[in-house]
């Protein structure tokens, strides 16, 4: 619901979202949604003196919109 609100009211033509890449319910659930790898920044993300690798993945409004109508 929040994606198609994300697409029809805000009108967004693309949608992105971050994730730890160890952090595999998260990706699966990115993935079951529709949306895809697009990249995989290494140490990118620092927290409490640490660097962590951050992915992003993405989703396309005509692309939701062809596998969620």
């Given at each position: 619901?929040?994606?198609?609100?994300?697409?029809?009211?805000?009108?967004?033509?693309?949608?992105?979202?971050?994730?730890?890449?160890?952090?595999?319910?998260?990706?699966?659930?990115?993935?079951?949604?529709?949306?895809?790898?697009?990249?995989h920044f290494k140490k990118s993300f620092y927290l409490n003196g640490e660097w962590f690798d951050d992915?992003?993945?993405?989703?396309?409004?005509?692309?939701?919109?062809?596998?969620?109508?």
């Amino acid at each position: 619901a929040i994606i198609d609100e994300l697409f029809i009211r805000f009108k967004k033509h693309r949608i992105t979202a971050s994730a730890d890449p160890d952090n595999v319910n998260s990706i699966r659930l990115l993935e079951k949604l529709g949306f895809r790898k697009e990249a995989h920044f290494k140490k990118s993300f620092y927290l409490n003196g640490e660097w962590f690798d951050d992915v992003l993945y993405a989703i396309l409004e005509d692309e939701w919109k062809s596998k969620h109508q």
